[in-house]
């Protein structure tokens, strides 16, 4: 089962986040699958780039993301789904 967080961009352009579903501390998800319902401009979310995530760009933005399974630095593919929120689910190796 993933980690699901809910990060909200706020008008001051800081990102506030609250875990949803899952196990965001400690081992994390046994998948090391990160989900981010993000409810912002996604043209303005830190560190998503051409269907990748800069974790070091948004855990920079997002201090909640900086768990020990989930690796300081580095891009990842990212699977986005537009909606409402734009959800972003990546996985870790």
């Known amino acids: 089962m993933p980690a699901v967080i809910f990060v909200t961009e706020m008008e001051s352009g800081l990102l506030k986040a609250a875990l949803q579903r899952g196990e965001l501390q400690g081992e994390g998800p046994t998948d090391r699958t990160l989900v981010i319902e993000y409810d912002g401009d996604p043209k303005r979310m830190p560190g998503l780039h051409d269907f990748r995530l800069d974790i070091g760009q948004f855990a920079a933005a997002c201090p909640a993301v900086r768990q020990p399974w989930i690796p300081q630095s580095g ?15 990546v996985t870790f190796p």
């Open 75 to 89: 891009s990842f593919p990212a699977r986005i789904t537009p909606g409402r929120q734009i959800v972003v689910t």
